[in-house]
Every structure is written in C-alpha cells, then in structure tokens.
C-alpha cells in the first residue's frame, strides 16, 4: 500500500513538470496555431536562469591563506561570496540558500523576453508555413539554444539545492495513519505547479485580456473584425507560455541537477501529453500529464516489470496509442483542430 | 611481297606491356609485405583523438583533449615533460616518435557508437592516422576497437569500464589502460566489509547497457562472496532523469544499501534522487542505511554536489594522489590550464605515452610490431604505480583507489579523498576469468 501510495506522489510530481509545459504548448499552439518544439527548450532556459542566479550570488572575491595550498602547491586562495561580506555571513547565507526561489523573480521577465524576442524574432515568420516548416524551425532553433547553453554552463548537471529549510523528507504517511515518507521539495512543487496551473486558467477565465484570447483561440477571424489586435494578444501569451516553462524548469533544478539536454528528455513526452490530452485543449493538457505522470510511475513499479518486462519504457506510448484509437481527439480535444 | 603481322615497335609495346603485367603482383606482394595502414612516409606522424566533443560526456571529452594536447606537446619537446620525466622508460627523447613530429587529428563520437565509427573513420582514411584513441563509454570503445581491428590500426582506449572491452569483445588492436568493473568491485568489497560488515542486504539500480551489466555482476558477486544478500537488481533505462519512481521501492524493499551502478548524468541524478528520499538518514535492520557508486568521477561527483559527502566508490587515479608521476602530471596539466585533471585526462595522457614509448621500443609504427611491444609491458612513474600490460586481454593491471565523497571541501576540485590504494594483485583475475569469457582476441591485423 506504501508502495502504491508513493507512486502516486511520484506521478504527480512528474504529472507537475509534464503538465506545466504541456499547458504552455497548448496556449502556443492554441493560439498561434504554432507546433513548438523549442518548448522544452525554454524549460530549460528556465532552469539555468536558476543556475545563473546561484552563481551571481556566489560572485566572490578572493583571500589568500598561507596556511592551506591548493593543488599546485600554492597558497590556496579562500572565496568568500560579496553576499556574505556585504549582508554578513548568516543573512548572506540564507540569500545564497534560496537562490532557487528567488530565481522566479529573475526568471519571470527574462522568459518573457525570451519568448517575445523568440516569437518576434523568428516564429513569426512561419504562421503561414505548413506544421512541417515549424516544427523543423523551432527544433533547430532548440538545438541551437542548448549548445549555446552548453557553451556557456557545460555538458555536466549542476548542482542546484533547494534551501536547507525545504530540503529533507515529511512524513506524509502520517496524515493518512501510515507511515512513509517523501520529499518535502518535491511537495512544493506539486503544490507550486497547481498554482501556476489554477493562475492560468483564472487569467483566461476571469480577465477581460483571457475571455478575449479565449475568443481568438475559438474564431480568430471575427475577433479580429470586431477591431481588437488578436496577433498582439497571442504573442503576449506566447511570452506567458514562456514564462510557464520557464517557472518549471526553475522549481525543478532541486529534483534533478539541470543539464543542457534537461528540455529535449520532456519535449517528447510533453508533446505525447499534448496529443493525449487533444491537440488545443488546457483542461486536456493538464489532465493528461498528470494522468501519464502516474502510470509512468506505476509501470516503474518491479511487480509490473516482472509482468511485463520494459514497461517501464514504452506505457507512455502505448496509452497513448490506445487513447489516440479509442478518442483520435484525444481525451478533451475539439473538432476542427488540426484537423483539414 | 607479304607482310609480317608483328611490326618491330608492335612486339615491343607488347613485350613492355607483358613484362609490366607479370612484374605487377610482386610488385603489390613486396609492397604488402612490408606496409600497413597509414604508415608515416613523411615527417611526421598523425594520431586521431576520438572523443566526445558534444554529447552527455562532452565535459569528459574536453579534459581528454586538453590532456592529449599535453601529451602531444611533451613527445614534442614542449613543456615540462610532465610525466615523461617520470615514465620507467626512457626511450622518448621528446623529439616526437621514432624522430617525427607528432600531429593530430580530433574527432567528435557525440557519445554514440555509429557517430564515433565513422569519425574513427574518416581519421584513419582521410587524415592517414595511424593510432587512434578516446571514447568515453564502453559502447564507443568496443565499437571503435572493433573498427580500427578491421582498419589495421592501433587502438589505444580512454575512459571505458566495461568489463567487455578487454573480455568478450577484446581485440588483438585495442589495448586498455583504465580499470574496470571487476576491478571497482575487488577494490571496494574489502573496504565495504570493514565498513559496513558482513551482513547487509544490497539493492542494485543499474544503468541498461553493457557497462552497467558488467559492473552489476562484478559487484553483485563481489559482496554476495562476503556475505551481503543481494535484495534486488533493477534495470534503468539510459535515458532516465528522473529515478524517484525507482527509488521509491527501494524504501520498504527491506535493503539497507543501495548500489548504484550508474555514471555520468544517470550517476548524477540516482544519487541526488536517493538522498532526496532521506535514504542516507534511514535506519533499516538496526543499520544505517548507505549507498554506494561503485564508479565515481570528480566531474561528476561535482554535479552531484554536497550528495556526494560520505560515499564510498572507485576511481582509476586521482589528483591527490603524491607519487611523482601523478605530481608531475597536476603540476604540468594544472599550470596549462588552471585546474587539476581528471582521471579521464589522467588514463588518455598515459596512452598516448605508452603509444609512443612502445612505437619507440619496436622500432616501428607497425601495429603488430607495437603491440608486441606493449604486451606483458612493465612499466612505473605514471601515477598508478607498477603496472603491467598483459599480453593475454590487453589489459592494464595496477593499483586502485577507493574513495569517499569528501564531508569538508576545500575548493570545488577537493571533492574525493582516497581512502585505500588497493595493490594491483587484488584486483588481478585470470584471464579465463568467467566474467571475461566468450570472446577472442585473435591475432594482429597490420592492415593493407
């Protein structure tokens, strides 16, 4: 029952990451009409915006002490963080240990940037471009953007902790009378992500800017004859897509050390949800990626590799092979969406 | 008056024709008898750097290039010598090889096995080099090594750890200088037992490929020996990121070590999973629960970060280490380049020397001739003590360190502190060892 229980909280966790991009691909492409495969991209863009923050905290200057060496045999050159010296070794420190949560306000108005340069910039220019063309754009245009990461950052993980007051496991077993634990990062994000994903769907429901999007999502056509500018509107959703993925990927360093290559490993399985979900559909989205998230938890389970063995490997494909069978819309997708 | 049908120009033409003919296949029979692929007319000579410049471990290939770099300066005349000064032999002068200037060639193996064949490829057709060496995966090596067989030239592994490289896919061209699974699993079980007793029940997580097998066998065997349980062997898929589905049944599995036999980013990310989970402060069965890495890399273990702390594994060499080769080669590397080197760059310096040293011996750049000259080689000063070559595998046998994650670092590179040099004839097997079995080395192929 523990077991079970566990994967369930796995699931969702992974549900979160795949539900977060899978919504912002869905807004774009919603919207814009644009297949975007550099959407995993901007996921990890996100992520070494916190990397980025981390090392700006650890901006240090150097003291030397005769009485170490480093490993020339020198005198070993002590780094103390301006942080520290600046607001004192205790304050300081606390600002360096939550870099993580402090990079969602770096983060926000650079993934903004980021997604307008990348729509002004070059997707533009494709709105009239069979899928085809888009996607083999905005995936190169992905690659391109992860070998100028890598340039910068490397090809190895790096290290970016959750600070010391959120890191470590919570008996969650226990509001439930069991007893097992799970870590207390990854239940920050399950709650953070469901934030994000209820901020979505309050902004298109509740604001005038979201009933007017939403109406450019259902008939661009007459939106645009009643005099309101739709175009602009859906690039600014395109940069609020960005920001999206790119919120992911910072609350997501502390689970996984981000790598140059962290966007394309759930570009796949983000555009499989997309799919599973229904192509245009938020609501299919976010029910998709949690609903994969959990049985890719399960199939990892070795009671079910023992039935089936590499299960672990293919359920996501394989569900949505069934689904796409059964509902070739996909669980809440609508009529006429890519469909001629 | 009649003519004849052959004009005194016609049956010279035809005689010269003839003559040329029957001379031909002797010509081509001298010719074989004495060459083999790419064999260095001019000046100089060219070697083919294969290693993975984008990709997963383009970190790891980096630090391999820059240490080639070093060891193609030094046979050059150039630098400090690094560890040349050191070396047991002294037949390099540092004017090059057999008195050619040494040149190079770089390939990218982008970490996958077509990719790094044809770069391999293209090196030894196009560019004419006569060695090539790199990789690091066991994948790439052992499909490079079976390459450069069928090429006819040397083949001078970097950082491969499966026991398959010098065991069932060995070949008589390739020869290795870095450690592998049964090793690490030798050299830890002893220091495991001291740690951690007799009795304690493993659980394996183990990457899905050929070096996560090997290495899952040889330390699954290695600790059932000393009387550990093995719980449970779980397979992982090489692309996973994010293993907390598979440590999670790790929790209640009753198991109170984890083994995980992973590298690289699956090394990287496992160990940042498990601690996650709170597995290092759980108490199972009366124990503390561990976790062991049975291959650990300082440029990984730098990803993991402060995960890392307390954690037991294996390593080929390690910059600390204060014999004179290794000191010679940090103070060398580290001056060049502002940083001490890995154990990556550490074992491609040392083949490229011992490449060199043995062309140098044989008096030849003819692969069969050097691979004489490094079979059942002996040799000292490169950092890992003495060490042999063995003639059977083509593997080298020398010390190896076991170490642990460091609790009190002092700069990013004090990652590792060594905490037992175990000697060459514990971790040394026989040849017909069943974990080496199902291959042949087969004889030397010289090539054209």
Redesign the interface.
Known sequence: M??IL??IL??L??GSAYALIALGLTLIFGTLGVVNFAHGALFMIGAFCAVTLQRVLNFSYEDVDES?K???GNA?KVKTPYVEAWFGPEFGGAIIDWAVPLAILFAIPIMIAVGFIMERGLIKHFYSRPHADQILVTFGLAIALQ?VI?YFY??????T?SPEAL???ANVGALIGMD????V??IVYFFFSVVIIGAIFSFLQFTTFGMVVRAGMADRETVGLLGININRRFTIMFGIAAAVAGLAGVMYTP???P?Y??GM?FLVLSFVVVVVGGMGSLPGAVLAGFMLGIL??FA???EI?SIIPGI??IIIYVVAIIILLTRPRGLMGRKGVMEE | MSKSAFSRRGVLKSGALAGTGLALPTIFTASSAAAFTNDPTGSSVTLGFNVPQ??????EGADELRAYKLAVEHLNGGGDGGMMNTFSSKALQGNGILGKEVKYVTGDTQTKSDAARASAKSMIEKDGAVMITGGSSSGVAIAVQGLCQEAGVIFMAGLTHSNDTTGKDKKANGFRHFFNGYMSAAALAPVLKNLYGTDRNAYHLTADYTWGWTQEESIAAATEAMGWTTV?K?RT?L?S??F???I??V??SGADVLVLNHYG?NM??SL??AV???LR?KVVNGKNFEIVVPLYSR??A??????VKGIHGSTNWH??LQDEGSQAF??SF??KYG??PSQAAHTVYCQTLLYADAVQRAGSFNPCAVGEALEDYEFDGLGNGKTLYRGDDHQCFKDVLVVRGKENP??E??LLEVVEVTPAAQVTYPVDHPMFAGGALGSCNPGS
Do not use: C
Not at chain 1, 154 to 159: E, H, L, M, R, Y
């Open positions: 523990d077991a566990l994967q796995n699931g966790d992974k170490q480093d490993f020339l070993l070998e890598k490397g090809a190895n993980p790096i290290q902790p890191s470590g496991v097992f634990v799970y870590p990062w990854r689970i996984n050390s790598n290559h962290m490993d890719e938890s990892s389970m070795n590799k672990d490997q | 984008t990709g997963p471990y383009a970190d449970n779980v898929p692309a990121t994010d907390s589905s598979y999670a049944p929790l209640n980013g990287v990310n940042t999973n996650q989970f709170g402060e440029l990984m730098k990803g993991a970060g402060a995960n910059w600390s940090v103070r580290g001056t940083f001490p002092t700069s590179f004090d």
